[in-house]
């Protein structure tokens, strides 16, 4: 156990054997003094939370992120050397990001360079708005730094720490003193996790896995956190679909059978559905539409990952903007769509088949590949093509819109967006995208099953939606859209709550 005098004699050692600031290292000596409350040696959670409230600091949670950060000997207290070698550790990441922010290498942080790291991030701000985080509320600051990492939330109660603002001369200038002292007891890590509660993807499958894939840092794909994250969103999805999997199969039928199916409504297509095959009959083609999950996640997220380098080129570092992440994630989602596009077939086929029709998934394929061909196992391809552009386009646009229109009405309050204003934004901008691109996937939808439909003529694409327009309107168009809308909700639902106990389960969130 550490007494005071040995204090300073281990204080004076450690600088000349690192040479660091004698001066820091005393500041850090007394510091430890006035946190060991009870004067043992050690600093607990408690003490260590009494004792940065009683400086102003009230972080959420910070205290146990310190100690479980700085623990080596993992006794839940840190003695003398290692709350040093704690302080000492995250002064050298907080001097890093700050000169990774200091672009022009002035020694100051100005309201320009705030805003410009927020842009490459895909957080606009304005110059006024960058203006406020250095000027009027430093949570807001706190919130750029570590309020979009789900397990470090950095709340802004009536702005209760505006009177510790760090910009101490209102300068409109942060300098590297400001910056440390004030966030030396905030455990950020780097810049990337600006983004974190605001990337693109929020995991929330509702059975069109079309979106812009996330976007991770290289520490996370070494990690192995990308695939624990991927698998994560897989199981999700998969109990989702499979939740509301009877929805799915109405959505089919009317897509295929249009106004000639005796399923004309939500409740009398159920129904007709267990009347002719019994319970188990709403869950036709829910195998291969969960098997193909994992397939297709991961050959998104790997072309996602090869398209970003071949359009970043020499520029490793640089961070793609909004537009340029439409395009490498509509290339990725195309990627993946034309890999795994004959099981999309082989679900419609499987969700259409009558009773004893078919018995396995391979005697659906090899029945397909015997009476059509190979080629049957991509008709409708064109048309699902085409779909991803507007699927995925207006799909991020509205995400961004929402966004950038939240960060908007709370740059002064809190920070973190909450699960509503996540699962709104993403279930919102989704539907958008769904209803853009609905007639292409009902074509896509009809186009896959037409041999399965006796008597049914093969139309290409373009006859087969002048047919469709020409015999029953616009609205023919739209064919099954009710039950498509009913599922998203339950689909959010399952989805999200699933995602976030695997994530606890596969330990994504540490």
Known sequence: ????????????????????????????????????????????VNELRV????????????????????????????????????????????????????????????????????????????????????????????YVQSAFRRDSVVTCRTCEMCSHSMDKDHSLTIDWFEWRDHFLFNPLHNMEEIAQYWKHSVMLDIGELLTVPDEFSEKEKQSGYVWRQLMAGAVAGSVSRTGTAPLDRLKVFLQVHGQSSDKGTVWRGLHAMVK???????????????????????????????????????????????QERFVAGSLAGATAQTVIYPMEVLKTRLTLRKTGQYSSVAHCAKHILQKEGILAFYKGYLPNMLGIIPYAGIDLAVYETLKNAWLQQHTEGSPDPGVLVLVGCGTVSSTCGQLASYPLALIRTRMQAQASVKGAPQLSMLTLFRSIVAQEGVVG?????????????????????VYEHMRKVLGVGT
């Not at 040995?6 to 004698?22: I, L, N, Y």
């Open 1 to 44: 156990m550490w007494r005071s005098g040995c204090r300073s004699c281990w204080t004076r050692a450690r600088c000349q054997d690192s040479g660091v600031d004698p001066e820091r290292e005393r500041l850090w000596a007394e510091l430890f003094e006035q946190l060991d409350l009870n004067k043992n040696g050690l600093i607990d």
């Open 51 to 142: 004792g940065l409230a009683a400086r102003g600091l009230s972080w959420s949670s910070v205290e146990e992120q310190i100690v479980r950060a700085g623990d080596v000997n993992l006794d839940g207290q840190l003695d003398f050397e290692e709350f040093t070698e704690y302080l000492r550790s995250h002064e050298k990441r907080l001097k890093l990001m700050f000169r990774s922010l200091d672009r022009n290498n002035d020694g100051q942080l100005d309201v320009g360079e705030i805003q410009q790291s927020l842009h490459n991030l895909g957080v606009d701000v304005t110059l006024e708005q960058a203006a406020k985080i250095l000027q009027r509320c430093v949570c807001y600051l706190a």
């Open 276 to 322: 002719e095959g019994g319970l188990t009959a709403l869950w036709r083609g829910n195998g291969i539409n969960v098997l193909k999950i994992a397939p297709e996640t991961a050959i998104k997220f790997l072309a996602y990952e090869k398209i970003k380098c071949l359009m970043r080129g020499r520029n490793e570092g640089g961070t793609l903007k909004v």
């Open 477 to 497: 168009l739209y064919r099954g859209i009710a039950p498509n809308f009913l599922k998203v909700i339950p689909a959010v639902s399952i989805s999200y709550v």
